[in-house]
């Protein structure tokens, strides 16, 4: 939409976005300055070995144990390289390789996120997931190849606007129907695609409603 002149034809000087909430009760809207939604990087790792039989592993270069020295190497990312107080995630969520008990494989595919809040820190855990992995493999005899998607931006809001949400909302439903969101969510946004182009606010609008048990 950005690249077909969505923004150039009427020409666009700022944005506003939203999304229902569930977890809102109906009637309240909820607003955050700063970083609303994490950036994501989706990636693939295929680690490849040497196959063998099971009863002989000296035989083989196993991509099965140096894939899961890869998982546990990548935890330190977060628990160790980045601000505790930067919120972040890599997440293996798929692991693939072998046919039978007693047969080693040639390779194993994995398939993970990773999840940040700032420009910085989503350089940083894309270079050092390479390093890692790059690392494990290389030391275990190994060679992996690494594919890392360049997907959602951040969704950054412009204070401004948001303030200018929260006051307008304060006027119309009540001040006490108009919450902080107090943390960023660590979910994506394809509003974010916009925020970057243009100052933007975006926000949440409750549908939420405990009396009929809906959510």
Same mark, same amino acid.
């Given at each position: 939409m950005i690249s077909e002149g969505v923004l150039k034809d009427p020409a666009v000087d700022v944005m506003c976005g939203l999304h229902?909430?569930?977890?809102?009760?109906?009637?309240? !809207?909820?607003?955050?300055?700063g970083t609303v939604n994490a950036a994501s990087n989706p990636f693939t790792i295929t680690i490849k070995g040497s196959g063998g039989h099971g009863a002989y592993p000296d035989t083989a270069v196993d991509p099965i144990v140096i894939a899961s020295h890869v998982v546990t190497s990548l935890q330190s990312i977060v628990s160790r390289e980045i601000k505790?107080? @930067?919120?972040?995630?890599?997440?293996?969520?798929? !692991?693939?390789?072998?046919?039978?008990? @007693? !047969?080693?494989?040639?390779?194993?595919?994995?398939?993970?996120?990773?999840r940040t809040m700032t420009k910085e820190d989503r350089a940083f855990a894309i270079e050092r997931l390479k390093e890692i992995v790059n690392g494990v493999a290389g030391m275990s005899r190994a060679k992996a190849e690494i594919t890392i998607e360049e997907s959602y931006p951040c969704l950054y809001n412009d204070d401004e606007n948001v303030d200018i949400i929260r006051e307008s909302a304060a006027e119309i439903i009540g001040n006490e129907n108009v919450v902080e969101q107090k943390f960023p969510k660590m979910g994506v946004e394809s509003f974010a695609y916009f925020a970057m182009e243009r100052p933007a606010a975006f926000y949440f609008l409750g549908t939420g409603n405990k009396a009929k048990d809906k959510r």
């Amino acid at each position: 939409m950005i690249s077909e002149g969505v923004l150039k034809d009427p020409a666009v000087d700022v944005m506003c976005g939203l999304h229902v909430e569930e977890v809102l009760d109906a009637g309240m !809207i909820m607003v955050k300055r700063g970083t609303v939604n994490a950036a994501s990087n989706p990636f693939t790792i295929t680690i490849k070995g040497s196959g063998g039989h099971g009863a002989y592993p000296d035989t083989a270069v196993d991509p099965i144990v140096i894939a899961s020295h890869v998982v546990t190497s990548l935890q330190s990312i977060v628990s160790r390289e980045i601000k505790p107080v @930067n919120p972040a995630v890599v997440t293996i969520g798929s !692991i693939h390789g072998g046919t039978a008990q @007693n !047969i080693i494989p040639s390779e194993v595919k994995l398939g993970g996120i990773i999840r940040t809040m700032t420009k910085e820190d989503r350089a940083f855990a894309i270079e050092r997931l390479k390093e890692i992995v790059n690392g494990v493999a290389g030391m275990s005899r190994a060679k992996a190849e690494i594919t890392i998607e360049e997907s959602y931006p951040c969704l950054y809001n412009d204070d401004e606007n948001v303030d200018i949400i929260r006051e307008s909302a304060a006027e119309i439903i009540g001040n006490e129907n108009v919450v902080e969101q107090k943390f960023p969510k660590m979910g994506v946004e394809s509003f974010a695609y916009f925020a970057m182009e243009r100052p933007a606010a975006f926000y949440f609008l409750g549908t939420g409603n405990k009396a009929k048990d809906k959510r």
